[in-house]
């Protein structure tokens, strides 16, 4: 399977979003109420924002996923954390579907941190998942995450966990 992406465009993406992010899987990305209105403003206030930004992944040129890349100095984590210069954020969400392909949340995480990392200039990839969300802990876990402790957000209780380069060559080649 080919991955790439596509920077988001609220306004042509938001219906398709809604559907990803309102489905009961997507329960800890924390729009399960929203209307397409709604997501299409939250991602209108991404694309404007100049430390946070989103895209639309494809799987064989397929919206398939959601990735948000965003400075975790001034985005999500800003003074809850010790920020490393070259530190870069993450979220993602694969879309629902009634075909699930062995493996393929895996495959879609890895490609992801490869990605970020491709950027020299980022050290680290760091992410916060509430720390109920097991599925995506286990996932991080096994591309290289390593665990820092429990950042109480205004929305949640968030795992921190933090991805070195070395770690994740240690994580996808074990």
Same mark, same amino acid.
């Given at each position: !399977?080919?991955?790439?992406?596509?920077?988001? &465009?609220?306004?042509?993406?938001?219906?398709?979003?809604?559907?990803?992010?309102?489905?009961? +899987?997507?329960?800890?990305? !924390? !729009?399960?109420?929203?209307?397409?209105? /709604?997501?299409?403003?939250?991602? /209108?206030? =991404?694309?404007?924002?100049?430390?946070?930004?989103?895209? =639309?992944?494809?799987?064989?040129?397929?919206?398939?996923?959601?990735?948000? /890349?965003?400075?975790?100095?001034?985005?999500?984590?800003?003074?809850?954390?010790?920020?490393? $210069?070259?530190?870069?954020? !993450?979220?993602?969400? #694969?879309?629902?579907?009634?075909?699930?392909?062995?493996?393929?949340?895996?495959?879609? =995480?890895?490609?992801?941190?490869?990605?970020?990392?491709?950027?020299?200039?980022? /050290?680290?990839?760091?992410?916060?998942? &509430?720390?109920?969300? $097991?599925?995506?802990?286990?996932?991080?876990?096994?591309?290289?995450?390593?665990?820092?402790?429990?950042?109480? +957000?205004?929305? +949640?209780?968030?795992?921190?966990?933090? #991805?070195?380069? $070395?770690?994740?060559?240690?994580?996808?080649?074990?």
């Amino acid at each position: !399977m080919r991955f790439s992406l596509r920077p988001l &465009d609220p306004d042509a993406d938001a219906e398709l979003l809604h559907g990803w992010v309102t489905h009961p +899987k997507a329960v800890f990305w !924390m !729009m399960q109420d929203a209307d397409v209105a /709604r997501v299409r403003e939250v991602y /209108r206030q =991404i694309a404007a924002h100049p430390h946070h930004d989103a895209f =639309i992944g494809l799987a064989d040129g397929v919206p398939a996923f959601l990735v948000e /890349r965003y400075d975790p100095a001034h985005v999500e984590l800003n003074g809850l954390y010790e920020h490393e $210069e070259g530190d870069v954020g !993450m979220h993602f969400l #694969c879309a629902p579907t009634d075909r699930p392909i062995h493996g393929f949340t895996r495959a879609v =995480i890895g490609w992801i941190v490869e990605w970020l990392f491709s950027d020299p200039a980022v /050290r680290r990839v760091v992410v916060e998942p &509430d720390v109920r969300n $097991e599925a995506v802990q286990a996932l991080n876990a096994a591309v290289g995450f390593e665990v820092v402790g429990v950042v109480a +957000k205004p929305e +949640k209780q968030a795992l921190l966990s933090v #991805c070195t380069r $070395e770690s994740f060559r240690q994580g996808v080649t074990a």
